[in-house]
């Protein structure tokens, strides 16, 4: 195991160093950096959408393009990016992960086309969320808290205890290093 912090180029960047003294060829990454900010829109400051972004988004970009370099004198790999079923279709009270998914979603859809000419395939998984405790990242535990939306937040939580398990998750990710 390596230390990685995902929204820091620093820790990226010996992440990195210190991953290339352990291997000669990299095959695959896995982009599965990231967590889930909880509220209503209007409720939710910018600044954690801003952060919801640095992590799911910037991170991941931060990393592949860290990695890339090796993939490319390689001309091999594979890259599996873990989205979201959400960035697809946008549920309320999880406008900044939908649109931090979407991001992701959009910008490795380009990416593979630009690294087929490497032989390096670029691939996605978007599950449901996992069975977690969101309280944590939710704008309700920073204080703002809007009656108005009281229907769409007891919906919201009620949907949460639907997400998947880890084996679901586990048999998506190595079917697609098997077959991508």
């Known amino acids: 195991m390596l230390k990685l912090n ?22 695959v990454l896995v982009n599965n950096a990231g967590y889930m900010v909880t509220g209503v829109a209007e409720e939710t400051p910018v600044e954690m959408g801003r952060q919801q972004f640095e992590t799911n988004f910037w991170g991941t970009v931060r990393l592949t393009n860290a990695l890339l370099p090796r993939f490319r004198a390689q001309k091999n790999g594979k890259i599996i990016t873990v989205s979201s079923i959400v960035g697809l279709i946008g549920p309320p009270n999880l406008a900044y992960y939908t649109a931090s998914k979407h991001a992701v979603q959009g910008y490795f859809k380009s990416l593979r086309f630009e690294l087929e000419q490497f032989n390096i395939s670029v691939s996605m998984v978007e599950p449901t969320w996992f069975k977690t405790d969101l309280a944590h ?6 204080g703002n808290k809007i009656s108005d939306y009281e229907l769409y937040r007891k919906k919201a939580a009620a949907a949460t205890q639907k997400g998947i398990d880890e084996a679901e998750f586990e048999s998506a990710i190595l079917k697609s290093v098997k077959t991508a």
Do not use: G
């Open 6 to 27: 995902t929204d820091s180029d620093e820790s990226v960047n010996a992440f990195v160093r210190e991953l290339y003294t352990r291997v000669d060829t990299l095959d």
């Open 137 to 142: 990242n939710s704008a309700l535990a920073h």
